[in-house]
């Protein structure tokens, strides 16, 4: 059974940075693709951010494009997000996924691709 545990959320002034993580167990999960979601209040839920098993990664344009950074550690079982120079906008609850292990996605930021998600971590980013 495939479990991912978020953590790293936090209040954050505007312009500030965070760092988000995602620990995963079970499974072969080191050759997963694995994506951000986030849902902000009263909207909804849309992709961030996405990486696959060599490295490859894709993100969701205009609104992280160019501040938010994925990426994975050596053993692939952890991924990250390093969110700079955040705004009120990215005020949201953001979520980790897994695809299943050596999937190959078509579509990295496609969520139904994701059937295994984390509980989410509040990013709340003050004015």
């Known amino acids: 059974q495939v479990q991912l545990i978020e953590a790293g959320g936090g209040l954050v002034q505007a312009g500030g940075s965070r760092r988000l993580s995602c620990a995963a167990s079970?499974?072969?999960?080191?050759?997963?693709?694995r994506g951000w979601d986030r849902q902000a209040p009263g909207k909804e839920r849309e992709a961030a951010a996405a990486i696959n098993w060599s490295g490859v990664t894709r993100y969701k344009a205009d609104a992280v494009q160019g501040r938010f950074t994925i990426s994975r550690d050596g053993s692939k079982h952890t991924v990250y997000l390093q969110m700079n120079s955040l705004d009120p906008d990215a005020t949201a609850v953001y979520y980790c996924?897994?695809?299943?292990?050596?999937?190959?996605?078509?579509?990295?930021?496609?969520?139904?691709?994701?059937?295994?998600w984390g509980q989410g971590t509040q990013v709340t980013v003050s004015k």
């Open positions: 079970g499974g072969t999960i080191n050759n997963a693709a």
């Open positions: 996924a897994a695809a299943p292990p050596y999937k190959w996605l078509l579509d990295l930021l496609n969520p139904n691709q994701y059937p295994y």
